[in-house]
């Protein structure tokens, strides 16, 4: 503060001396001189004064720090403002804080796998120490930039070609941590770095677009021939599903066949077991005379026939002795007892208990609805058997 006390006093003697010639022209004047060295010597004082002001006063702006070297030594920071200086003595650098921007040029890196690339990148910084970005290094512009570039060809040495397309946020945190441990010396901070362009060299463009193509075509092929085997798949599903169908469908008829024939059969032969019953009961009112006569009319039908040759159950002699005696030819045959229905239960049996009930028309509607709905019972399982097989749904989808 002595050299700005001893600065600020020689201004003052200054502008004093220059006022010495003012009053002396102006005591001139009061004799009765005129006015025109008066007005000459205040405009000199004025013009000598804006000049000491311009020089002695250094304006900071507030994104700014200024940097004062008094006869080549540092002596502070000038905080934005007006500060005062001392012409010829101190020399002030202003250094920007505001968050800057460089461009790294454009240059040709090989990769690990000797691919050659050309490599551009955009670097954020600001100044955090401007002591040290004046006193510790000429440019630091130009140092981060040539620090960058060698960064980045070391960083994207280490890496394949491959690597260097997909990692593009690990080759620029990479790129950030190493500058910023570097720039730190020199009072700067580096907030980021981003890669702009990786461009690597026609061949190996070319390379990758065939790669490109020999994959899709890979993939197309794959999905080709899963489709076709899933339409196999699907095909030989149908197939069977159909199978099964028509045989269920065959056995359903089969069934239906059968017992349509069986109901069929029972109600014939309770037809006949009828039939017998009744002539059983009408015949046991009959004699020996009346059966002889029977016989004889079944003969006579039997010869009425087309056939010519017959199979009698029974002796025909007997037959013919019997009618024989009928018509009075042979020894009287005496008549037989007629037959009660009682002594023909007694000696067989109860009727019913032989025969069986025969069923009604409400107990066959019964039975014809029970199959049907069998019928449609089986139906629903061969439809459900239809679905989709788990091995078809756990195939990729296209």
Known sequence: ???EKLYVAACTALIALLALPLAAADSHDSDGGSWGPLVFAFFILFALTVVVLFAVIRQVNAYEIGVRLR????????NPGWNFVIPFLDQVIMVDLRTQVLDVPRQEVITKDNSPTMVD??????????KRSVLEVTSYRQAIINMAQTTLRAVIGDMEL????????????????????????????VENVEIREVDPSPNVKQAMEDQTAAERNRRANILRADGDKRAAILNAEGDKQSRILEAEGLRQAQILEAQGQRTAHILQQQGEAQGLRIISMGAAALDSKALTVLSLDTLKNLGAGASTKFVLPFEITRLIEGAAEYV???????????????????????ADDILGLIPTAEEMAKEMQAIKDEVATAAVHSAASTEIPEELEELPEE
């Open 121 to 130: 990148a955009v670097i954020y910084f600001r100044v955090a120490d401007g």
């Open 328 to 350: 009075g030819a042979s020894r009287a045959t005496p008549d037989k007892e007629l037959s009660q229905v009682a002594d023909v239960e007694k000696a067989l049996g109860a």
């Open 1 to 3: 503060m002595k050299i």
């Open 71 to 78: 006869l080549g030594k540092y002596k502070d920071q000038l």
């Open 162 to 189: 491959d690597q260097v397309l997909s990692n593009r946020d690990k080759i620029n945190l990479g790129l950030r941590d190493r500058l910023d441990v570097e720039t730190d010396k020199w009072g700067v901070k």
